[in-house]
């Protein structure tokens, strides 16, 4: 016997609470709500009904999109220029070795050569070129201080620019796994990788993940799901890959619904590695399976509890 479904999602741990927002009525996940009808009959209905939805999803604004390329390239520019800062800082720091190992073999010469019995004679003429040897360091370091600082000036804009941009330069991804009959969370992988995780890093996590009896498997239309590799993980493991409708996370609601949960739990926790954050997040998976869940067919169960029983029923 096949599990009915589980749903994936993935995002960006970025602890934030979202606005509410009324459930479009037009949506294909709706049919979730005829309880009378069986969970697979619902699905292939699901199925059915999301494919004609996409087709007609409002597009993303190409403005919105414009304004977003705009902030990466705008953000990548920064980078770059901040690169550059770095590179011709060290030039600068290599020049000014050299420059203060002359100076340093100039004060050697002047003690090893200064002798008490004819260094009145000299005096004249070598305190000349000793006065013009100092005058010329004094104005090097006077010149030293106005790089300096137009440096630290230039080094700060750059932050300020790049602090400015909405785009997030950093972060770890995280795959939710939720088992759409029990609501069970099967599992909570985290990828340091950010922005760079791989279609084939995902499917690796899920093949250790996913249920072997799996029927259904729910996500989103992000690359990672819809790459060739993914639809590989599909036929090998004989499971039908659904994918949602374009800006309707309401069709994924049971993982949307617990990225929210996450956030809410992860916003007054604090983590300092990614093996924390490990730790929290499975302390978090932990603490939510065996606490009783309202959305449950027989309520007061937690998703470990229902679990156990559904076999029975």
Same mark, same amino acid.
């Given at each position: 016997? !096949? #599990?009915?479904?589980?749903?994936?999602?993935?995002? /960006?741990?970025?602890?934030?609470?979202?606005?509410?927002?009324?459930?479009?009525?037009?949506?294909?996940?709706?049919?979730?709500?005829?309880?009378?009808?069986?969970?697979?009959?619902?699905?292939?209905?699901?199925?059915?009904?999301?494919?004609?939805?996409?087709?007609?999803?409002?597009?993303?604004?190409?403005?919105?999109?414009?304004?977003?390329?705009?902030?990466?390239?705008?953000?990548?520019?920064?980078?770059?220029?901040?690169?550059?800062?770095?590179?011709?800082?060290?030039?600068?720091?290599?020049?000014?070795?050299?420059?203060?190992?002359? $100076?340093?073999?100039?004060?050697?010469?002047?003690?090893?050569?200064?002798?008490?019995?004819?260094?009145?004679?000299? /005096?004249?003429?070598?305190?000349?070129?000793?006065?013009? =040897?100092?005058?010329?360091?004094?104005?090097?370091?006077?010149?030293?201080?106005?790089?300096?600082?137009?440096?630290?000036?230039?080094?700060?804009?750059?932050?300020?620019?790049?602090?400015?941009?909405?785009?997030?330069?950093?972060?770890?991804?995280?795959?939710?796994?939720?088992?759409?009959?029990?609501?069970?969370?099967?599992?909570?992988?985290? +990828?340091?990788?950010?922005?760079?995780?791989?279609?084939?890093?995902?499917?690796?996590?899920?093949?250790?993940?996913?249920?072997?009896?799996?029927? %259904?498997?729910?996500?989103?239309?992000?690359?990672?799901?819809?790459?060739?590799?993914?639809?590989?993980?599909?036929?090998?493991?004989? +499971?039908?890959?659904?994918?949602?409708?374009?800006?309707?996370?309401?069709?994924?609601?049971?993982?949307?619904? +617990?990225?929210?949960? =996450?956030?809410?739990?992860?916003?007054? !926790?604090? $983590?300092?590695?990614?093996?924390? #954050?490990?730790?929290?997040?499975? /302390? %978090?998976?932990?603490?939510?399976?065996?606490?009783?869940?309202?959305?449950?067919?027989?309520?007061?169960?937690?998703?470990?509890? %229902?679990?156990?029983?559904?076999?029975?029923?």
């Amino acid at each position: 016997m !096949k #599990l009915p479904a589980v749903s994936g999602s993935s995002g /960006r741990l970025v602890v934030e609470r979202g606005s509410e927002q009324a459930p479009d009525p037009s949506y294909p996940g709706q049919v979730f709500g005829e309880l009378a009808r069986p969970y697979a009959e619902v699905m292939q209905a699901f199925v059915a009904a999301h494919a004609s939805a996409a087709e007609t999803a409002p597009q993303k604004p190409a403005g919105e999109a414009v304004a977003a390329a705009e902030e990466l390239a705008l953000a990548r520019a920064v980078r770059h220029e901040q690169a550059e800062l770095r590179a011709s800082r060290r030039q600068v720091r290599a020049q000014r070795m050299q420059e203060d190992a002359a $100076w340093r073999t100039l004060l050697n010469e002047r003690r090893t050569q200064e002798d008490p019995v004819t260094a009145p004679l000299k /005096r004249g003429a070598q305190a000349a070129q000793w006065r013009a =040897l100092r005058q010329q360091r004094q104005q090097q370091r006077a010149h030293r201080e106005r790089e300096d600082a137009a440096w630290r000036a230039s080094r700060q804009a750059l932050r300020e620019r790049l602090a400015g941009s909405a785009v997030i330069t950093a972060w770890i991804a995280i795959l939710v796994i939720a088992d759409n009959c029990t609501r069970q969370c099967l599992g909570l992988p985290l +990828f340091v990788a950010g922005s760079k995780v791989t279609a084939e890093m995902v499917v690796t996590a899920l093949r250790s993940l996913l249920p072997h009896d799996l029927q %259904f498997l729910i996500t989103d239309r992000g690359v990672h799901f819809t790459a060739q590799v993914f639809e590989q993980l599909a036929a090998e493991q004989q +499971f039908i890959h659904v994918v949602i409708a374009r800006h309707r996370p309401q069709s994924n609601g049971i993982a949307e619904r +617990f990225v929210r949960t =996450l956030k809410e739990w992860l916003a007054d !926790k604090v $983590w300092t590695s990614a093996q924390e #954050l490990t730790t929290l997040v499975e /302390r %978090f998976r932990s603490e939510y399976n065996d606490r009783p869940h309202q959305g449950l067919g027989i309520p007061g169960l937690s998703p470990n509890e %229902f679990a156990d029983r559904i076999w029975l029923m």
